[in-house]
């Protein structure tokens, strides 16, 4: 029992207040976003049982410790991770004439694709295009034969999605035809299904059974509304399409005395994906397990 986390223990000992199964899952992989597919393929609803509503909570530093928020509907975007290969025809570079070079056909490739948002896509279906790791060659004075993208894609519906990669796609057909590659050296875009992650749609009615229980674990003074965010979370693939509701909020993490310092200066507090991300580790913890075990205590009467 001592290693069981912190929300199990205080779920055990309160047994006599809910009735039910209550599954606690920890979810491998979840930056990765291929953890919750992993598990279901691993036949976790077959081998425990399926469960009737899921619930989860995720930190944030835009909220101070002690502190949550909730928003129901769509909440995060679908995430969709694509891998580009750029070919040419490698050479010296003193002798650019004799080869294409791919590191120049790349510079073109992701200034071009940037139009697929600002030009092709509804600007009311938000749709974001990230290109977040590049790389190519070996020595500065060679120009080497490839130059390797990977992307990812945010969007909130499937049209969205698709005119994206179709667009990747037809301007990596460009990209080759005006370099006057040979078919052999076509650039490729391959898009990744199984890191793929789906929105992330709080259920509105299981939205509200939770906040009504946090409000009274927490007061409501101390749960807000977050706003709807391009971050994405494999989360609702646990909720396999829609058939499982999913309630899924955030929770401060970050120090309120630096937090409201921060909002006074009109400044945000490094986020969690950078070095210098600061929790405030205990009310975070205290307050995750308060919330957790209200809602779950709740959906359990």
Do not use: C
């Not at 769509?74 to 010296?92: E, K, L």
């Not at 909130?156 to 460009?174: C, E, P």
């Amino acid at each position: 029992m001592k290693r069981l986390p912190r929300a199990a223990r205080a779920m055990a000992a309160s047994k006599d207040k809910w009735h039910g199964t209550l599954m606690l899952i920890g979810q491998p992989s979840e930056e990765t976003t291929d953890g919750a597919k992993a598990m279901l393929a691993d036949n976790l609803y077959e081998r425990f049982g399926k469960p009737d509503l899921v619930i989860g909570l995720h930190d944030t530093i835009a909220l101070p410790a002690g502190k949550v928020a909730l928003v129901s509907g769509n909440a995060m975007a679908a995430s969709t991770p694509i891998d580009i290969v750029i070919r040419g025809i490698g050479g010296h570079g003193a002798a650019p004439e004799a080869g294409r070079d791919p590191i120049t056909l790349a510079a073109l490739y992701i200034a071009q694709i940037q139009t697929i948002v600002s030009r092709e896509e509804d600007p009311q279906d938000p749709t974001v295009v990230t290109v977040g790791s590049i790389h190519g060659g070996t020595k500065r004075n060679i120009i080497p034969d490839e130059v390797k993208l990977e992307l990812t894609t945010r969007s909130f519906s499937a049209t969205s999605r698709q005119r994206v990669i179709d667009g990747l796609k037809q301007m990596a057909a460009g990209i080759t035809t005006s370099a006057g590659l040979p078919p052999e050296k076509a650039a490729t875009v391959t898009v990744l299904d199984n890191e793929s992650s789906p929105v992330e749609y709080n259920d509105p009615a299981l939205t509200t059974r939770e906040r009504d229980a946090l409000e009274k674990a927490l007061g409501a003074e101390n749960v807000g509304t977050y706003g709807v965010g391009m971050g994405s979370e494999d989360v609702g693939v646990f909720g396999l399409d829609g058939k499982i509701p999913v309630g899924y909020f955030r929770l401060g993490a970050a120090n309120p005395e630096k937090f409201a310092a921060a909002k006074a200066a009109g400044k945000h507090l490094p986020g969690s994906h950078t070095s210098k991300f600061e929790p405030d580790p205990e009310p975070t913890l205290r307050t995750g397990v308060t919330a957790m075990t209200a809602v779950a205590t709740a959906l359990l009467q």
